[in-house]
């Protein structure tokens, strides 16, 4: 069966905890609720055609993390900026939305984010859906060592290194990285 009808997405800001969060959303509230969460460097953006496609039988909510997309960007001096933070800012998320099930979409970030959810709301959860997406270090890989060396031991040199990831040509490589052809890869996210 086609379907070809295709719901508005809207576009909502939220306060959280005293900070601003963005988020798109999409289907009807009497559908399944399906959360979408993204990752680095990405933001709910990632998820704009994946709204549309799957809008006719979802209830599809994507927020954009503290310091992502469109949401607040709150200096790390009044936002702990961990897997940990970020989880307990998207259940609350979950709660003033008033969300009872759902089913977690989760892509990088949202892995640590959303699983950190499920442990402790199990009984929210209805599935988990996992896109390139790991809960343990060893699944980080090579690429992301600057960024964990800077985690375990933050001082001036290990933070320059890590810095490189935020480069505007690390990020594009994020996104092209193994593509046969990189002209196929919209640059509008990065």
Same mark, same amino acid.
């Given at each position: ?10 576009? @909502? ?31 709910? =953006?990632?998820? @704009?055609? #994946? ?7 979802? =209830?599809? &909510? ?10 607040? =960007?709150?200096?790390?001096?009044? !936002? ?9 800012? &998207? ?24 699983? @950190?959810?499920?442990?402790? @709301? ?13 809960? !343990? ?27 490189? #990831? ?25």
């Amino acid at each position: 069966m086609i379907f070809s009808i295709k719901n508005n997405i809207y576009y @909502r800001k939220i306060k959280i905890d005293t900070i601003d969060i963005f988020y798109r959303e999409a289907g009807s509230k009497e559908n399944p609720v399906l959360l979408l969460l993204h990752g680095f460097p990405s933001s709910s =953006h990632m998820y @704009r055609d #994946l709204i549309t496609d799957l809008s006719f039988a979802y =209830h599809l &909510i994507a927020p954009d993390y503290p310091g992502f997309g469109e949401s607040a =960007h709150p200096t790390p001096s009044t !936002y702990n900026y961990t897997f940990d933070q970020l989880s307990v800012t &998207i259940e609350h998320f979950i709660d003033q939305l008033q969300i009872k099930k759902l089913s977690l979409y989760m892509q990088d970030y949202g892995g640590p984010v959303g699983l @950190r959810i499920a442990t402790r @709301r199990p009984a929210l959860i209805q599935s988990l859906i996992v896109q390139n997406a790991n809960a !343990y270090k060893e699944g980080l890989g090579p690429e992301i060592g600057a960024l964990f060396n800077y985690m375990q031991n933050p001082n001036t040199e290990t933070e320059k290194v890590a810095r490189t #990831l935020l480069t505007i040509e690390a990020t594009k490589w994020q996104y092209t990285d193994g593509a046969s052809d990189a002209s196929k890869i919209s640059p509008d996210s990065y």
